[in-house]
Structures are given as C-alpha cells and as structure tokens.
C-alpha cells in the first residue's frame, strides 16, 4: 500500500506561483508520479508525471512551459511547481502513483491517489 499526502494549495492572484508537494509513504525503483486535477463540473484532467528517477517526464499543453514537475528521492516527495498561474487552474489538485511504466495521462493506469489539495487562482 502506498500513501500520498499533498500540501502547498491555497489562493493566489493570477501570475504568481505556488509549489505542490506529494510525499509518498514509501518508494519504489520503477514508478511514476502524476498530478491530475479537477474543476468543479469537469472531469479530472492529467497536467504532469514524472518516473521516480526523473529521467522521463510529461506536461499537459495547458501548462508547458509553466508548470515543473520534480522528485526528491531522499525525501519520498515529489513536487510540482506552479507560475504564471491563471484562473482556469482553479482546481483541486491531485498526487497519484502508478507501480509500472512510463509517466500515464490516463488516470485509470494510476493504482493510489491523495486526497487532493485546493488551488485557487483569482483574478
């Protein structure tokens, strides 16, 4: 069983930045890492992953060049980091892990989830 907590979410005003963190309960040599998020009335969204040792990583055009995703073996995190932030990242945004492949936009291949962690972006 693996646990994700996320932290970081809160509200900020459009153009600024916030950093997302998923710790994980523990680790393992081939996994990946992805951050969905959803929208009230829409349906979850893939916006990055990351295999556990950074070697492959994949972006949502909506937030390439925006958005940063990281890993931090030592310390079981993985963070995503959010600037130029818009109103329509409003979301609350999730962590989930998959425990083989490659990084997945398919939120279906991911086997544990957090809890989701509130993004708010005003305008």
């Known amino acids: 069983q693996v646990q994700l907590i996320e932290s970081g979410g809160g509200l900020v005003q459009a153009g600024g930045s916030l950093r997302l963190s998923c710790t994980t309960s523990r680790t393992f040599s081939n996994y990946a890492v992805a951050w969905f998020r959803q929208a009230p009335g829409k349906e979850r969204e893939f916006v990055t992953a990351?295999?556990?040792?950074?070697?492959?990583?994949r972006y949502a055009d909506s937030v390439k060049g925006r958005f940063a995703i990281s890993s931090d073996n030592a310390k079981k995190t993985v963070y995503l980091q959010m600037n130029s932030l818009k109103p329509e990242d409003t979301a609350v945004y999730y962590c989930?892990?998959?425990?083989?492949?490659?990084?997945?936009?398919?939120?279906?291949?991911?086997?544990?989830w957090g809890q989701g962690t509130q993004v708010t972006v005003s305008s």
């Open positions: 989930a892990a998959k425990l083989m492949g490659s990084p997945s936009k398919n939120p279906s291949d991911y086997n544990y």
């Open positions: 990351i295999t556990w040792s950074g070697s492959s990583t």
